[in-house]
C-alpha cells in the first residue's frame, strides 16, 4: 500500500467496525485529521528505500 | 533561609541538612506550604504526600541525631509525574480511567532510589493524558501553567514537573520522555532537562506509552542537581527489559572536566528550515560560547520524525484499544481521537518504521566518528499561549499538539542522551531551550557541556516570579 493511495475515510468506515469502536461525528472527523497526519508521514519514511536483509530496531532475545 | 534554600538547589539544601544548618524537616514544611500557597496558579501537583514527606524528612532528621551518614539529597524535596508509581496512590498517567486502578503497592524504581539518596517525595505531578501530549493541557486536572508567563503553556507531556521546578516548589522533578516530554517543557519553563540512552534508567513502575521510545529522566534549575539525581537513579533493577547492561558510571564526578577539546557542531537542514527566529538564535548563543562554527546535516532527520511519529501511533493505540472501545467517553477527546486514528494505521507503515530506525541509528552513528556533541533547538518557538491550537512553521500552518516536537523526536527515534539547557533574551518573558545531543551512553559528556555554560552564565534556570 503507498501512502499516496491511502484513503482515511474509506479506512475509518471500514475498519472503526471491525475494531470494535464507535465514532461520533465529531470523534470520526478529529480522526480523519490524524490518519492524513499519519499518511503525509508514511509518504516521506516509504521514500526511503530500505534492503531486504535491514533487520527492525528492536529484537528480541531468546 | 529556609526559603532561599529552597529556590536554590537540591545540593546546597543537602549540604545545609548535612552539616545541621536547616532540618529536613523545616526544608519539608516550607515546601509544603509553597505547594499549598502557588499550585493553584501553577497547575502542578495532582497529589500532595504531605504526611509521607515528613515521615521521610523526619527519618533523616533522626539519622543525623544519631551520627549516620546522609544520603548525596539529603533532604531534598522533589515530586515526579503523576505516571510513577507512588506507593499508596492510583497511577493515574494523566487520565480518569486509571483513577479506577488500586492504589500502587510500592514505587516506581527510580523513587525508590531518589529516596535512597535521601530525596524526599512530596506528590504526584500534573501531566498531558497518557503522555500523548506536547501541552501540558488535560482536560481532567486543568492544564500546567507556565510559572514564567501563566496565560503561556509549560508544554509536555511532563507539564507539572516543568511548572513544579520552575515555580519553585520543588528544585528537581521526575519526567517521561517518548519524544520530547521531557525536553518540550524544559524548553518552555526554562529548565535544565535530562533525557538519558534509551535503556539506561529503569521504567519499573511508571506506566507506559510506546514501550519502545520510553524513556525516564529529571528535570531541575541547575546541571548538578540533574547529575546528582540521575546519578542516584542508575543501575539495572532487572525488571524492563530494555534496560541495557551498562556500568553505572555517575556523571558528577566528571562535570568539571574541560569542555576544550570536545567536537561541538551544531545541525543544520531540517533543523534549521522549520524554526522560528528565536530558536536559531538560542542556538547561535550556545554555539558562540562554545566556540562550536561547524555545521552538520544529520541525514534524514524528517523521515526519522515520521517514523517515531508512526511508531507512536501504532504502539500508543495498541496500549490503549480496550480503554478506546469500553471508555472512549472517559478520554481527553484530543488524545482519544488521535489513539483511534492510531488503531487504523498500516502495520507496515510501522514495521518499515522499526526497520528504518536501525538504519537512521547506523548512519547517525558515524556522524559521531567526526563530532561529540551536536547542537539542536529543543522546540520551533517559544512557549505558545494556552489556548493555542495552531502555528506556523516553515511558512505553513500545523497543528500545535503534534508538531512540537519536531525537533526532538529524531532524536529519541534512536535513544541519542540529550541535555536540554535553557537559553534567556534580554526583554523576553519566556526562555527557549537547546538540545545538547551526545552519542549513546555519553550523559556525562552532555552534562558536562551544560554545566560549562551554566557556570559560564550563557544559559540558567532561574525560579519565575508569579505574577
Known amino acids: 500500500m503507498t501512502a499516496k493511495a491511502f484513503d482515511p475515510e474509506a479506512v475509518v468506515d471500514a475498519m472503526a467496525p471491525l475494531l470494535g469502536l464507535t465514532l461520533t461525528p465529531e470523534s470520526r472527523a478529529q480522526t480523519l485529521v490524524h490518519l492524513r497526519i499519519a499518511a503525509e508521514q508514511a509518504e516521506k519514511l516509504l521514500s526511503v528505500p530500505l534492503d531486504d536483509q535491514q533487520e527492525p530496531a528492536p529484537v528480541f532475545t531468546a | 533561609m529556609t526559603a532561599a ?8 539544601i543537602a549540604a545545609a541538612v548535612r552539616t545541621g544548618t536547616v532540618s529536613a524537616r523545616e526544608i519539608a514544611q516550607e515546601t509544603l506550604n509553597r505547594i499549598e500557597a502557588r499550585n493553584g496558579a501553577l497547575g502542578a501537583f495532582t497529589d500532595v504526600t504531605a504526611k509521607r514527606a515528613l515521615a521521610k524528612a523526619h527519618a533523616i532528621d533522626t539519622a543525623r541525631a544519631r551520627g549516620e551518614s546522609l544520603g548525596p539529597l539529603a533532604g531534598a524535596p522533589f515530586a515526579v509525574k503523576n505516571l510513577f508509581d507512588v506507593e499508596g496512590l492510583p497511577t493515574r498517567a494523566g487520565s480518569k480511567i486509571n483513577r479506577d486502578r488500586p492504589p500502587s503497592k510500592a514505587d516506581a524504581t527510580v523513587i525508590a532510589r531518589l529516596e535512597a539518596a535521601g530525596a524526599v517525595l512530596t506528590g504526584a505531578l500534573n501531566m498531558g493524558e497518557f503522555a500523548y501530549d506536547f501541552t501540558g493541557r488535560n482536560v481532567h486536572d486543568g492544564p500546567s501553567r507556565n510559572p514564567h508567563d501563566l496565560e503561556h503553556m509549560t508544554g509536555g507531556s511532563s507539564g507539572g514537573s516543568a511548572a513544579a521546578v520552575a515555580g519553585g516548589l520543588v528544585p528537581v522533578a521526575l519526567g517521561s520522555d517518548t519524544n520530547g516530554s521531557i525536553r518540550v517543557p524544559s524548553s518552555f519553563c526554562g529548565l535544565f532537562g535530562l533525557k538519558p540512552t534509551y535503556g539506561r534508567l529503569s521504567r519499573v513502575g511508571t506506566f507506559p506509552f510506546v514501550a519502545s521510545l520510553d524513556h525516564v529522566g529529571p528535570l531541575a534549575r541547575s546541571v548538578g542537581d540533574l547529575a ?7 543501575g539495572r533493577d532487572g525488571g524492563d527489559p530494555a534496560q541495557a547492561d551498562m556500568p553505572a558510571a555517575a556523571a558528577s564526578p566528571t562535570l568539571n572536566d574541560r569542555v576544550a577539546g ?5 545541525l543544520g537542514g531540517y533543523f534549521a528550515r522549520s524554526a522560528d527566529p528565536s530558536a536559531t ?4 548563543t550556545i554555539a558562540r560560547a562554545l566556540k562550536a562554527d561547524r555545521v552538520v546535516e544529520l541525514a534524514q532527520a524528517e523521515q526519522a520524525r515520521s517514523a517515531a511519529y508512526l511508531i507512536t501511533m501504532v504502539e500508543g493505540a495498541a496500549l490503549h484499544l480496550a480503554r478506546l472501545r469500553e471508555r472512549a467517553q472517559d478520554f481527553d477527546p ?3 481521537d488521535r489513539l483511534i486514528a492510531g488503531t487504523m494505521v498500516p502495520g507496515v ?8 530506525r536501525r538504519q537512521f541509528h547506523a548512519t547517525t552513528l558515524a556522524l559521531f566518528r567526526e563530532v561529540d556533541i551536536l547542537l539542536a533547538p529543543a522546540t520551533p518557538c517559544r512557549a505558545p499561549r494556552l489556548e493555542q491550537t495552531t502555528f506556523v512553521l516553515d511558512g505553513r500552518e500545523m497543528l500545535v499538539r503534534p508538531n512540537i516536537g519536531l525537533f526532538t523526536q529524531p532524536i529519541s527515534f534512536i535513544g541519542l542522551p540529550v541535555v536540554t539547557a535553557p537559553v534567556w533574551t534580554e ?6 531551550g537547546v538540545q545538547i545531543i551526545a552519542t549513546p551512553w555519553r550523559e556525562d559528556l552532555a552534562l558536562r557541556v551544560a554545566w560549562a555554560l551554566e557556570r559560564d552564565g550563557v544559559v540558567r534556570a532561574p525560579v519565575a516570579t508569579l505574577s
Open chain 2, 5 to 12: 534554600l529552597i529556590d536554590g538547589t537540591a545540593q546546597a
Open chain 2, 281 to 284: 538564535s538560542a542556538v547561535d
Open chain 2, 262 to 266: 570536545v567536537r561541538i557542531a551544531r
Open chain 2, 334 to 336: 484530543e488524545v482519544r
Open chain 2, 349 to 356: 507503515w510501522a514495521a518499515q518504521a522499526q526497520k528504518f
Open chain 2, 427 to 432: 526583554g523576553e518573558k519566556l526562555p527557549i
Open chain 2, 228 to 234: 546528582l539525581s540521575y546519578d542516584a537513579m542508575l
